[in-house]
């Protein structure tokens, strides 16, 4: 079993800030890449962010300069820091990793259960 547990959405004002958390637990055996999706209402999931084990980020354009990811490896935590929120920011955020479990050779992707972050203007 693996478990991806987000905090850290809620309402905020726009020109605020959050930040999300993940943690993944379970039979891991390692992950490559964690990171954040988003989907708002009526349009498909997203990428928002990933990093990789070895640091490597991509980062949507929409994004950059205002949301940070960041990762603790030893944790198995990934962080979405989001500064100067904006009203299009609202959505679910979706936590995602990529796991190779005990047992398995491959890694495989998971999901988590979705926190919402709402910015009002």
């Known amino acids: 079993q693996v478990q991806l547990v987000e905090s850290g959405g809620g309402l905020v004002h726009a020109g605020g800030s959050l930040r999300l958390s993940c943690a993944a637990s379970?039979?891991?055996?390692?992950?490559?890449?964690m990171g954040w999706y988003c989907q708002a209402p009526g349009k498909q999931r997203e990428l928002v962010a990933v990093?990789?084990?070895?640091?490597?980020?991509n980062v949507a354009d929409s994004v950059k300069g205002r949301f940070t990811i960041s990762t603790d490896n030893a944790k198995k935590t990934v962080y979405l820091e989001m500064n100067s929120l904006k009203p299009e920011d609202t959505a679910v955020y979706y936590c995602?990793?990529?796991?190779?479990?005990?047992?398995?050779?491959?890694?495989?992707?998971?999901w988590g259960q979705g926190t919402q972050v709402t910015v009002s203007s």
């Open positions: 995602y990793a990529n796991i190779r479990r005990i047992g398995t050779f491959r890694h495989n992707p998971y």
């Open positions: 990093i990789t084990s070895e640091g490597i980020t």
């Open positions: 379970g039979s891991i055996i390692s992950i490559n890449t």
